[in-house]
């Protein structure tokens, strides 16, 4: 391990020793990463899913995703973040300087993220500042929950002035202005460095869990509130696990909940000291998202038997997810306590802290690759100022008469570029570290075949499984079976060539060994030099599972059907081709050429990456790199012996 790579420059060895720029103490650290992992999608979409989906039977395949894919990717994010203390476009670097693109893809992704997600804060601003007014829709009874989602949708929102082609007619001046409040809050979070922004998450996050309990005891002891719990996990549908959909949403969830793939969790990252437990900090973070959508969902089919018993309406009838759920339902429900107005108050006020910390993190990771930017002499606060106000004019769209529109729309193309964006991010770990030294050493022939049986069998099996007429399951296995194990024969023979032309070079066993998994157990050897140990089972699943996953759930997206039997991308709900299709599409793609940009242009982004401009060395693995199974050493260890050699 290079001393240069294991001491970038001015990397705390402890919190105490930590600047403006790190975080002050591994709970802030803790609080501001759960608040950007947690929003609004654990309170409206995580318990729909279990609902519809075999209530207590979601949660095997949920279980799975989270530990098999969740996981492991936020635990890579983590790490890199805290090794190179770096941004997210000189992780990538680290990996090949042909990969900065997917940086800068990650943070531009964040950015087309955040511009709608401040949008919806500003509506939630505007329906609490609403709750306070003589029209207020909430405090009706139980049976205005349709009333109350009509007003926000109408009134609130603006949509009762679209045009009969839905196209936008008019900025709503309200939430243009709320929007502006939105972005000053989101500035003031992030100007004066992450020690500030820690702080600030102590309340943005803290005081949330403290309602979401309040929410919680105030609900089950409601009368009706046990059949709503009922429905939520008291029934277990096994038969919901023999649909592919059950599956693949559970995945989704866990993929999109965690914040990963924005450059968010490595900039959350870089700003620990290196030697902090990257492994335990992760799963920190990863369970208590996953609590904290579980408790959620108490809360709200708690409220929502409730509003059944009052309604004599069968809670499958009821609004339960998205905007219907937080604007008209719940609220509605709590309208109906005593002092319910002030219930209702308090659930918007709770939502907008929950958003603002999912919304201030998808800006850092912007703010972190300029400040990482070779020869800027440009101050924090300033950076955040010009980033917070492109991000505000850019906002602007989803303040129109037409925002749900374009919100919803985006929102539905954003998760092509998320799933791609985490295909490539395992795919660099896995299979492009290294691969110049594999190919040194094993030869061309034998790591492309190898690459092919891993990769074009997925694809081979994923086009019969996602593109025949009839669900043909059987025919994708078969398929993805031959096909693996043609490329996998031409592999063991090209090694066997190799191992015949010099012996010296190892057995035919070390040599595929070594070609499956040397590069990534040396990656995850040396970081637990630093970081603390990473298991090896973890950079199994980086190499061997969660790109092949990722890369059948791309394709199952992208030729998913709408209800007219058309593909889903371009012609998505009943939105017309322009503007929505095509500013939908138009991101993807978009992300897609920042990616090829920056394979063909290398040095393009350069600039932003910390490891190219010699601040921080990169790790480079070698045919004669030690992955064995000698022991780790930990982050702390290393901390100490480097503590003894200075006192020498």
């Not at 650290?29 to 309170?43: C, D, E, K, P, T």
């Amino acid at each position: 391990m290079s001393k240069e790579a294991a001491n970038p420059p001015e990397a705390p060895k402890s919190y105490a020793e930590s600047g403006v720029n790190h975080w002050p103490n591994r709970m802030a650290f803790y609080l501001a990463a759960v608040g950007s992992a947690v929003g609004f999608g654990n309170i409206w979409r995580f318990p729909a899913l279990a609902f519809r989906h075999g209530g207590g039977a979601f949660f095997i395949p949920y279980l799975m995703a989270l530990f098999l894919i969740g996981l492991p990717i936020l635990i890579l994010e983590i790490s890199l973040g805290q090794y190179y203390q770096t941004s997210v476009v000189g992780v990538y670097g680290s990996m090949h300087k042909k990969l900065r693109g997917i940086g800068v893809s990650s943070v531009l992704l964040s950015f087309v993220l955040v511009t709608y997600y401040s949008a919806l804060l500003a509506w939630v601003v505007n329906a609490f500042f609403d709750s306070f007014g003589s029209e207020d829709p909430w405090a009706e009874n139980a049976a205005g929950a349709g009333n109350a989602t009509a007003y926000m949708l109408n009134e609130v929102i603006g949509g009762k002035t679209v045009s009969k082609d839905g196209n936008p007619t008019r900025l709503v001046w309200a939430n243009a202005a709320y929007l502006l409040l939105v972005w000053f809050f989101i500035f003031l979070c992030l100007a004066f460095g992450m020690k500030w922004t820690g702080r600030i998450a102590y309340f943005t996050m803290g005081f949330p869990i403290i309602l979401l309990f309040v929410f919680l005891f105030r609900a089950v002891s409601l009368e009706g509130a046990g059949g709503g719990i009922k429905q939520y996990i008291g029934q277990w549908d096994m038969t919901v696990l023999e649909k592919g959909d059950v599956w693949s949403e559970a995945v989704a969830q866990i993929f999109f909940s965690l914040s990963v793939c924005f450059g968010v969790m490595i900039a959350y990252g870089a700003a620990c000291p290196r030697t902090e437990p990257a492994l335990l900090n992760s799963f920190v973070v990863g369970l208590s998202n996953s609590v904290f959508s579980f408790i959620s969902g108490l809360a709200v089919f708690a409220a929502l038997g409730h509003l059944s018993f009052l309604t004599d309406t069968p809670v499958a009838k009821l609004k339960f997810e998205g905007l219907s759920l937080v604007f008209g339902t719940w609220p509605v429900v709590l309208g109906t306590l005593p002092g319910g107005e002030h219930w209702v108050r308090l659930l918007f006020f709770n939502l907008f802290l929950l958003g603002i910390d999912s919304a201030f993190s998808l800006v850092e990771a912007p703010v972190s690759i300029i400040m990482d930017k070779a020869g800027l002499k440009m101050q924090r606060w300033m950076v955040c100022a010009i980033i917070c106000t492109l991000s505000y004019f850019s906002s602007l769209l989803y303040v129109t008469d037409a925002g749900l529109s374009f919100l919803d729309v985006v929102d539905f193309y954003i998760n092509f570029t998320l799933i791609l964006l985490g295909f490539f991010e395992t795919f660099s770990a896995g299979w492009i570290f290294g691969i110049e030294e594999q190919i040194k050493t094993f030869g061309v022939d034998a790591v492309i075949t190898y690459m092919s049986a891993n990769f074009l069998s997925v694809f081979a099996a994923s086009l019969v499984w996602f593109t025949a007429e009839e669900n043909n399951v059987w025919g994708g296995f078969v398929t993805l079976i031959v096909v693996y194990f043609f490329f996998f024969a031409m592999t063991l023979y090209h090694l066997y060539v190799k191992v015949k032309e010099d012996p010296s070079c190892g057995t035919l066993e070390y040599l595929l060994e070594q070609l499956a998994f040397g590069n990534v157990f040396y990656l995850a050897k040396e970081m637990s030099h630093v970081v603390g140990v990473l298991p090896k089972a973890w950079a199994v699943l980086i190499k061997q599972f969660i790109p092949q996953v990722l890369l059948i759930l791309f394709i199952n997206l992208a030729v998913t059907k709408n209800k007219v039997g058309e593909t889903a991308f371009g012609h998505y709900g009943e939105y017309a081709a322009w503007p929505y299709q095509t500013i939908g599409i138009a991101s993807v793609c978009f992300a897609f050429v920042i990616i090829m940009v920056g394979f063909s242009i290398s040095d393009l982004f350069a600039s932003f990456d910390a490891t190219a401009h010699g601040n921080i060395k990169a790790l480079e693995y070698t045919s004669t790199s030690d992955s064995s199974d000698e022991e780790y050493i930990t982050g702390r260890e290393v901390a100490k012996k480097e503590d003894v050699e200075a006192n020498k």
